[in-house]
């Protein structure tokens, strides 16, 4: 199953430095890109829709590293 979590950074520069952090990030193989006047990141990566989703916590934590909040 296709899984897809946008966030939301306080600035642009906040977004580019979550997103160049998960390019060369080896929790999981997750595809993202800025979107929503940059200031936005939308992740996608595949979950087999068994059991805890420990790609999305992971992805939450690094998120809130940077200040970000899914939206």
Same mark, same amino acid.
């Given at each position: 199953m296709q899984t897809e979590i946008s966030y939301s950074f306080p600035s642009a520069p906040v977004a580019n430095r979550f997103l160049n952090e998960l390019k060369h990030w080896s929790v999981a193989d997750v595809k993202a890109k800025l979107f929503n006047n940059s200031d936005s990141v939308k992740v996608t990566y595949? #979950? %087999?829709?068994?059991? #805890? %989703?420990y790609t999305c916590s992971e992805l939450d934590d690094l998120a809130s590293k940077y200040d970000g909040q899914e939206v």
């Open positions: 595949e #979950f %087999d829709g068994k059991g #805890f %989703d």
